[in-house]
């Protein structure tokens, strides 16, 4: 075949199991193929201007039929095969898979991506229908479908949009995990309490509780960072830390609560660190007589100053943060090393006298024991814990590192190992170096043939047996500047307290507002997402900055530190707690989406953390630890009531299933008893918004107590069927749940209705969870059905029998369908729209006029031109929604609503004339214990025989108080077979008419004739067999017209029809006849078989 364009084939010069191909067809090339003897001619008919569309082709006539689908990822031509689009109409693409063509893609990274991935663009993979199906010609195949509600992790659309502008703005700062992980983590863990508080926690504990209390502290925070890393690398971390972590692996209950109590810990934590500051700043101006006011106000100025001057670093943007930071590790490590420096220096006498002699194996052996004064072990394990914290400073700005999976767990991890390590460090060499009492008085030395009794200052030389009888001002026990007298240079640890202090309160002040952005981008507080928007290149949460100063500004100003402390501190360790439970319960609900590239974690190591984690918040302040867990469950209970509306693949998700999946097998070894017998039923409402009274009816004795299926049934083209099927699931499902109806929402695609309620009938439910009832409301346009539609419908009734379900059809006068009513609000919602997006393009016009000044003159015509359109506009939606309110058919959509109403006092009745086992009692019972029909009583209506009415009576009392079923009346109907009234027989006859054959008014030729043609008419034959039956049913419409009128429910047994005897127009008009005129009607039949017992 000659062509006018032919492909030129880009080989792989590597080819490996995923080779692609690349076809280039060029119309200006003239050679042929080698490839392919007989290609297919492609003409390209549209070109997205998208990096990632897709073509839109068409074939030439007289070319194959082929039809393909073209996929590009917006890559150059490399060697691996990677598609280039290029701007043009003379270039068409496609793929060459495994040397084949295929619309099938190779796996590519870009197709897991996220819609607001900024790490790089999303991609839409060939849909299964476009590779299943061989489509059309000339038919353009839709890109996948994009997630309207939220992507893989819960991002919505709206923060996919703000990604992709932060994007274009370029410049981001990202750091790697030794500035952003190891450096804050380091600088955040060494506090104040390295340098003013360890000597004296050693000083009580001994060298040995001593490492053991540090020891313990940094198993705490060491098994907390193995849960962090395991869930770090378990996946893409966006910015929000300890928030992010939690609120991923556990949901959004767990994480929203921790978030918000862990950003206004950061907070406060911020006001701890400045005033820590501002007190030694005070201590230098008071030593040196340099007081402003006195010292309560200088910390106060002291500390505002300082808070501002943080704020203008951390504005500034997190490039400048961090330059401060390394600054003051700087200056904090040579701190460290000016102590350990000043520890080997020959001591003074000055220094001798204040009890530090150099490391001396006497003062070591004395420091090793405890010595507890006033405090116990727990104590001074409270007081030293905090300072083991700041794990998270890293992880609390996951969204600016280059690589959070990486960087989290090296930077932490090594952090935590480094400040441990220095901490013994120091305890130990301070503790071997200072005793733990000294004068200070240089004259305090020992005196010839004085008894040392065993105390290491008198083998030194000096006599410090007076601080057993007062206090002394020196010594480990005393002096809380011990490390700046053993220093080879004294005012370098005041700097290090500087140091310490402000690098701390820098973390917070960042960290705080990272975490509460991230919060409020997830909308879970809706009032709080006005803090979620960010500013600059690094989307910089400017407007939680500004809180953060305000909240810390306060505690500065008027707050007691001493006692928000240990609060501050039980919210750190609520959040290690979490963690540590997030990392046990993600593993423990062994969810396929577990996977984290950390390996050194182990499931009951994270749970054994998590219980520490909470030991240590009642040790620390047993009232502060009830605190936090009463705003944690406060902010628990709140945010599961408000229920916000992501999905992000939490652990507690995949436990919820592992737990439904293990009841649901456990259920299927218990045998049924009629004891636990329960209404599971499947209902036939199509899509549950265009039924609502029928779900609603059947939701009154199936919620908490049984299954409701709610089931759909698309016929007509296969395909199509499918695809609105499978596009309808997910909505009509939020559709339930949204309107608070516990059941679930199950469709099918089959030839005729019948064949898909018998698939459903079959397939529906999971082992013991399987539907034993069938309920469908009352075909009500019978009469002017085809009748395929009625053998349908009555097939239905014969399939449920057949399966042996029981079967209840329920009748209300107004019908159940509303789907007109339905298309009708959705017209009217759109119009609404419309409205609304017309009067926002008026402002806009109207602003942009306003703002040209002195051209805003000559605007004014223009606006009235405007004005006159929408005028209009206006005109004719009121002139259209009035013509839909006069459509509008009020009373279907308040029958539509009668059974979401309280019922009010009445009966329901209960026309109980066969035993079908109880399910005709068992259904009107449930009723009356919902709140909704509680004020209604039973009447119970049955048949017999009118010489045997007070028998018969006393024997339906007996069986009911047997069946512990209360009930306000019994009436015995004992002319029931009577015959019908005449008006009544002949409304039927006149009803049936139309479907009866009268084959016996015409010859045998003709009669047989009509059967063949017409087998579903009523033949006379038939009539005359069931005649007694047919009058049965227009006198019990006569029975219950007079008896139960006034009734709220009745509830009926259903009349069977003999399969195959009876045929469908005849048992339809006995339905039709039986139901006619009355209140909401249930006509129920059960399978025969027991479903109530009076055995214990």
Known sequence: MSMNNSPKVFLDPSPNRFQVNIINESHDNNATPQEDADPPHYEETSFTEEAHGRHRISHRPGNRALYENFIQNGDTIKSDGNLHPYDTHSNTY???????????????????????????????RPSLLEIHEQLAKNIAVNPGSIERVTNGDGTPEDEA????????????????????????????????????????????????????????????????????????????????????????????????????????????????????????????????????????????IIGSITVVVLLGISVAGMEWEAKAQVILLVILLIAIANFFIGTVIPTSNEKKAKGFFNYQASIFAENFGPHFRGEGFF????????????????????????????????????????????????????????????????????????????????????DFSSCKAQECRYGLMNNFQVMSMVSGFGPLITAGIFSATLSSALASLVSAPKVFQALCKDNIYKALHFFAKGYGKNNEPLRGYVLTFIIAMAFILIAELNTIAPIISNFFLASYALINFSCFHASYAKSPGWRPAFKYYNMWVSLFGAMLCCGVMFVINWWAALITYAIELFLYIYVTYKKPEVNWGSSAQA????????????????????????????????????????????????????????????????????????????????????????????????????????????????????????????????????????????????????????????????????????????????????????????????????????RGLFGKARKLNITKRVTKKDSSINTIQSMHVGEFNQRLLEASNQFKKKQGKGTIDVWWLFDDGGLTLLIPYILTMRKKWKDCKLRIFIGGKINRIEDEKL??????????????????????????????????????????????????????????ETPWKITDAELEAFKEKSYRQVRLNELLQAHSRAANLIVLSLPVAKKGVVSDHLYMAWLEILSKNLPPILLVRGNHKNVLTFYS
């Open 94 to 124: 496609y793929l060459k898979t495994f040397g084949h063509n295929t619309v099938d893609a190779v796996p590519n990274i870009d197709y897991y991506r996220n819609t607001g991935s900024i790490s790089g663009a999303k991609m839409n």
């Open 161 to 300: 949009t703000a990604n992709k502008e932060e994007e274009s703005k370029g410049g981001f700062v990202k750091f790697g995990w030794v500035k952003g992980v190891l450096v804050r983590c380091m600088l955040n863990i060494w506090g104040v309490m390295l340098f003013i508080r360890l000597s004296w926690i050693v000083g009580q504990a001994g060298i040995g509780l001593g490492v053991v209390i540090i020891l313990l502290a940094t198993t705490v925070t060491s098994i907390t960072g193995l849960s962090t890393s395991a869930i770090a690398t378990n996946g893409f971390v966006r910015g929000g830390g300890a928030y992010y972590l939690i609120s991923r692996s556990l949901g959004p209950e767990f994480g929203g609560s921790i978030g918000l109590i862990f950003a206004f810990a950061n907070a406060v934590a911020v006001a701890m660190y400045v005033v820590g500051f501002a007190e030694t700043v005070v201590e230098l101006l008071k030593s040196s007589g340099a007081l402003m006011v006195d010292e309560s106000n200088d910390i106060r």
């Open 379 to 462: 104590s001074v394990f409270a007081i030293f814990f905090p300072a083991a914290t700041g794990i998270l400073a890293g992880a609390n700005i996951s969204g600016d590192l280059e690589d959070p999976q990486a960087a989290i767990p090296k930077g932490t991890m090594l952090a935590i190992l480094i400040t441990t390590v220095a901490y013994l460090g120091v305890a130990i060499c301070v503790a071997a170096c200072v005793v733990r009492d000294a004068t200070g008085n240089t004259n305090d030395t020992v005196v010839s043939e004085m008894n040392c009794n065993g105390s290491s200052a008198c083998t030194l030389g000096y």
């Open 655 to 854: 436990l919820y299933y592992v737990n439904a999946l293990d009841s649901a097998l456990e259920l299927t070894a218990v045998e049924d008893h009629v004891k636990n017998f329960r209404p599971q039923c499947i209902v036939l409402t199509g899509g549950p918004m265009t039924r609502p009274a029928l779900l609603d009816i059947t939701h009154s004795f199936t919620k908490n107590n049984g299954l409701c299926i709610c089931c759909q049934v698309y016929t007509g083209p296969r395909k199509l069927c499918v695809k609105e099927m499978n596009s309808g699931m997910a909505k009509k499902q939020a559709w339930l749940t949204k309107n608070k109806r516990k059941a679930f929402y199950a469709a099918v695609a089959a030839d005729s209705f019948r064949d898909g309620v018998k698939s459903l009938l079959q397939a529906s439910g999971l082992g013991r969870m399987r539907p034993n009832t069938l309920v469908l409301g009352f075909k009500t346009d019978w009469r002017d059905a085809s009748a395929v539609q009625i053998e349908n419908y009555m097939g239905v009734i014969h399939d449920a029998f057949d399966f042996e379900l029981g079967v209840v059809i329920v009748r209300i006068s107004q019908g159940f369908d509303i789907s007109q009513v339905l298309q009708v609000q959705e017209e009217l919602e759109k119009l609404e729209q419309e409205r609304l997006a017309l009067e926002a393009t008026i402002k806009d016009n109207e602003f942009e006029e306003e703002s040209r000044g002195i």
């Open 955 to 1012: 024997a339906m009392t007996s069986l009911l108080s047997k069946f512990r079923i209360k009930y306000a009346d019994i009436k015995i109907i004992g002319n029931i077979n009577m015959k019908p009234n005449k008006e009544s027989w002949k409304f039927f006859e006149e009803m049936i008419e139309p479907y009866r054959l009268h084959e016996s008014c015409k010859d045998l030729t003709t009669a047989e004739k009509l059967k063949r």
